[in-house]
Each structure stands twice: as C-alpha cells, then as structure tokens.
C-alpha cells in the first residue's frame, strides 16, 4: 500500500533477513538496493527477480501490477534455481482476470515530495561573522574589517549583485517535487478465456530543475482453456520510461558548499560567479541535460497439459527485449562578475555523447511434475530443463563545439575530434533441475532439490556445476498430543534444510584472452592496432554458497498472530576476485577464485491480525 516511484522501496523494512538501501531520492534513481540475508560474494549482489516466472528488475514492475511476492532465503528453496539464486529469489505474481467476473477498476495518487533536514546555512553577514571568529581562534587577523561589513550590510539592499546574500538551498530546488500514479485495469472473461489488461502512468518530477521521470506501462494478460487436459497463458508486458536529469550530477554537492557572500543569479538575469564557475543554479537550469529513453517489451508463453491428474506437462518461452538510448549534453555556462564583465566559462566547451544499447534474452523452459496421494504417503516429483541466452549491442558516438547549443544532436557539433565507439557480448546458460517432496500424514516433510547448470562464462572442465539441497519438516501442530492446545496452538512447525547455490556474475571473457585496441605511431604515422589485454584464466570455476537454516513456525489464536524464526549460516567458496601479479608479465591483475565469505544470523517475524471484516487491521 505503499505509495514509491520504485517497486523496490515498497519491501523496505517489511521481510526479516532482507536490507534494502536507497543510495538517492532523485527521479528514476530512487530504487533501493537488495541484499537478502548479507553479501555472498565480492562481485554482483543482486538477487534474481522473476515476474511470473520470467526475469525482470523489479523497478520494471508497477507495484499496482503485483498480486503477491515471495522472497525465498534459504538453500532449500532457492536451490532449484541453481547458479541464479546464490543472492536469494524474489518470486512476483502479477494479477490475472478471474472467470465470469468482468471489472473495472482505477488506482492512483498525487502527492509532492520535499527535502527534509537541510543544514540551517547561514546568510552572508553571519558568514563573514562566523569566519573571523574562526581565524581569530588560531591567532590569525579577522579576514573581513567591520568597516567592510557594515557596508556589505547596506550593499545586500541597494546592490545585491555586488553584495550578494544567496540561499543556494532556495535558489536550487525550485522544482515541484510532484509525484503522481494512475492504473485503469480491465478484467473479465468466460471460462474458456480470461483476459487482465492494465494501463499506468507515472510522473516524478525532482526537486532540482530539469529532473523528471516519466513511465508508461502496459501489462496483458490472458489464460485459456482449450480443452480439459490443455491451458495456455500468454503474457505481454510494454514499458517506456522517459527520464531526465542535469548533465553535471554535483549540484547538491556546490549548494552546500558555496557560501551565501557568492552570487548566483544577477539582477541582469546573468549567472552569478558561483564559486570559480561552479555556479549550481546555472547548470542545472541551463548546463545541458542527460536524457534516458528506455523501452522494454517482454513476452511469456506457456501451455499446460495434464492428461492425467497426477501428471503435468509445462513448456514456457519467454522473451526479453529492452533498450537504452542515452544523449548527455554538456552544456557551456559563461559566468559573470557583479559589474557584467565575463568571469570563469565552464566546461570550455560543449560536448554530447550520445549511445544506444540493445538487449535481449530468451528463455525455454520443459518441465513434467507427478503428483500423487498414497494413502497417508504424498509424492510429488519434477523434471526440467531451461536453457537460456543474452545478447547485448551498444553504440555511442561524441561530438563537441557546438555552435548552436539548442540542438544537441551529433550532426549538429564539430567533426574535429568526433569519437565512435561500439560493443557486443553474448553469454548463454543451460540447465537440468529436478524436485521430489514426500510427505507422511501431512506432518513430516521431506524435500530434495538438484540443479546441474552449465554457463558459457568458464572454460572447459569449469562450465558445469551440481547444486543440491535437502530440507526436512516436522507439523508438531498436527500430532495428536497437541489436540488439548489447537485453539491456542494452531499451526506449530520447525523445520531445516541445507543446501548448495552457484554464482556465475562476473564478466562474460573472464576465462579467456582478450584483446584491446589502441594507436601507435609507426613509420610517421599513426595506425590502430590489437593487443592482449588480459591473463586467461581456464581454471576459473563457479563460485559455490553452501546454507544451513534452522526455524519454527507458530500461529495462535487461529493463526490471527503468526511467529517465525529462523537461524542460518552461509559460506560462499572460491570467491572469483582479481588479485594483483607480477609487473613484469605485463598485465596489472588476474581474475582467480580464492577467498571465502561467511555471513550468519538470527530472523525474528511476528504479524498479528487485529481486526478483520469490513476494517481491517494488520501489524507486522
């Protein structure tokens, strides 16, 4: 119920063993940083998101488009996704339409965002008071005569641009700050086929000039019957996000620093001196901007066939498409002195780089599950195989001298030194994954995960690695001996598991040589040329994070209050980090797997339901 710009704000605080960190309020940057259960390696922390069981950022997702969310910590349950869930699994289920029920509904809000606990910065007659203070507390000469005060304090009325008195606070946020959501949602169907479309859009305007973020948002999606034995779900996501911020990022650095004696804006409408040129007023209104355009579109195809009914079929392809289109200006900004006559000029020249990049990843996904009751013995097994890929292409172009800076486009600057530059990698990975859970009279539970993955990122011998888990519980609330306390004790469960998980995010040529280019010049001229750039390393191997988890569930009261615990110890092994090497091979360092990072804990959660019906109540 949270209203934030980032899906990843909305679980802060919320989920034992999960710290999310945001790093900045800015538009668009806003989202926080999830680390579930403490870092497990020196290289990429982030944990794998899938939305209805297709890998996305979580930022990618509207929270009005989010039915539940699951974070899965321990081995046991994150083993399945093998080298993916080293950092944890968060799970999100999106909204579907049900049967014979057609809906529609509309969710937004408009609110304004501030900031809050600024430094009380002094004006300038308290600075200059406040900096003789301070050089006569170390024995130096006040460094501005009583006489020049008095006539600095006349000077801020009659002559501001020679005797300024800025608020750099004031003059910098003068942005609305406002934030809105709206989602209309359509959702119906017949039995045969059920569709939920949604369509959102979001406006966060910064504090600061010339920030915004701006994201359109269409989601789709339907289910089918076709017959008794055969469903399908088809899935389609759109997203576009405009965004865009100052070129330079340092303005809340300079408005903090620069003291209140420096002007900022002259009463001409020319830009005050700042502080050497460093005038944050000036460049966030008028120093160029950093524009972003982000389409996604992303895909989801499933069929089901049960022939019978304790045996399912699942096959899933699943594609990722998105882009990156970025144009940074730098703008110049020509500063003036009090009296007009030009002062410092900053950057000494106008710049764009401009670079777009491409990505997409597909997905396949084959699976059968045997689902059968025995009497009192439940088994449940499944099979799979997934193997996916990724491709990334980027190009990026600079150019500078522009004569006319109100189009900003690479046509539009100097030829002199323009730059082309351009990239592309690709990296693929395969997997076979298997689950068996027994259960006894519901009450004792088994479990066993294996997942054998291979990835394109290590050498021959190192591409496969075995993931395995084993998890174990025990339903005391379902003995016989708690029948006497089942209105107090309604659900008591203790339960452990212990497990493997992989790593695979470091770069994708880190076994291999690689090769750099460069320019030399030979026989008076300058030629470009290739050169080895890095050490090979074959023996690098998947870093492997082994968990052990302890806990207890308990509900009371028909489960109205609900306890968990947890304690867990992980160990991550082989950490793949570069280590420096000799001077005289020629190469600075080497990737290698060496080191170890352990991380234990305690996990407390107690949620109650204090009211239920028409007004509800729930603390967690």
């Not at 990122?457 to 395995?468: D, H, L, Q, S, Y």
Request: include cysteine.
């Amino acid at each position: 119920k949270r209203q934030v710009g980032q899906t990843s704000m909305a679980l802060q605080g919320l989920i034992p063993g999960v710290a999310i960190t945001q790093r900045s309020g800015q538009p668009g940057a806003d989202g926080g940083t999830i680390s579930i259960r403490g870092k497990t390696t020196l290289n990429n922390n982030d944990a794998l998101i899938l939305v209805d069981g297709v890998e996305m950022g979580i930022n990618d997702i509207d929270p009005s488009l989010i039915e539940s969310i699951s974070v899965l910590k321990d081995a046991a349950s994150s083993a399945i996704y093998g080298s993916r869930a080293a950092n944890g699994v968060i799970l999100i289920t999106t909204k579907r339409a049900e049967a014979d029920k057609f809906t529609v509904s509309y969710n937004g809000y408009v609110g304004w965002q501030s900031a809050i606990d600024l430094p009380d910065k002094v004006g300038a007659i308290d600075h200059m008071l406040m900096t003789n203070t301070a050089y006569t507390n170390i024995g130096k000469s006040p460094l501005y005569s009583d006489e020049y005060i008095k006539e600095y304090r006349q000077g801020i009325l009659t002559d501001p641009d020679r005797y300024p008195d800025t608020d750099w606070y004031d003059e910098c946020l003068t942005n609305s700050g406002l934030m809105q959501n709206h989602f209309v949602t359509l959702s119906g169907g017949s039995k045969r086929i059920r569709t939920n479309a949604s369509f959102g859009y979001m406006d966060q305007q910064g504090i600061i000039e010339n920030s915004n973020y701006k994201r359109y948002t269409f989601r789709m999606n339907t289910d089918m019957d076709i017959s008794s034995t055969l469903s399908a779900r088809i899935d389609a996501h759109l997203n576009m996000i405009d965004q865009k911020e100052p070129s330079r990022t340092d303005a809340f650095h300079w408005m903090s620093r620069i003291p209140a004696i420096q002007a900022g804006v002259l009463s001409t409408g020319q830009w005050g001196e700042g502080w050497n040129g460093d005038n944050p007023i000036a460049f966030t209104n008028d120093g160029g901007l950093k524009k972003q355009r982000k389409p996604t579109a992303v895909v989801n195809v499933a069929l089901n066939y049960q022939p019978f009914e304790w045996l399912t079929f699942q096959g899933n392809y699943a594609a990722n498409y998105w882009e990156n289109h970025t144009s940074d200006f730098r703008k110049v900004v020509q500063t003036y002195k009090y009296d007009g006559s030009p002062y410092y000029r900053s950057p000494q020249k106008s710049t764009l780089n401009d670079q777009t990049s491409r990505n997409l990843r597909n997905l396949l996904t084959a699976s059968a599950t045997f689902d059968k009751q025995f009497n009192d013995h439940g088994i449940k097994a499944m099979v799979g195989y997934q193997q996916e890929d990724h491709r990334y292409d980027m190009h990026k172009g600079y150019r500078e001298n522009y004569a006319f800076p109100d189009y900003p486009v690479l046509d539009a600057g100097g030829e002199e030194n323009q730059k082309a530059y351009g990239n592309s990698y690709e990296w693929s990975l395969r997997s076979i994954f298997g689950r068996i859970n027994y259960d006894y009279q519901g009450k004792y539970l088994f479990e066993a995960n294996m997942r054998y993955d291979g990835s394109s990122r290590f050498a021959e011998g190192n591409k496969w690695g075995i993931f395995p888990s084993v998890s174990a519980g025990w339903r005391i609330s379902e003995e016989a001996f708690m029948e006497p306390v089942k209105e107090t004790i309604s659900n008591l469960k203790l339960r452990a598991s212990y497990g493997f998980t992989g790593n695979t995010e470091i770069g994708v040529y880190e076994s291999l040589a690689t090769l750099g280019t460069s320019n030399w010049i030979l026989g008076n001229q300058l030629v470009s040329g290739f050169f080895p750039n890095k050490i090979p390393n074959p023996d690098l191997k998947w870093e492997r994070t082994g968990q052990f988890d302890i806990g207890l569930d308990l509900g009371l009261f028909n489960n109205r209050v609900r306890i968990t615990t947890d304690y867990y110890k992980k160990k991550t092994t082989d950490l793949l980090y570069s280590v420096a090497v000799p001077a005289t091979s020629g190469y600075q360092t080497m990737l290698k797997n060496i080191g170890s990072i352990e991380n234990q804990g305690y996990e407390l959660s107690i949620e109650s339901d204090n009211l239920t019906g028409p007004f509800s109540w729930t603390t967690a």
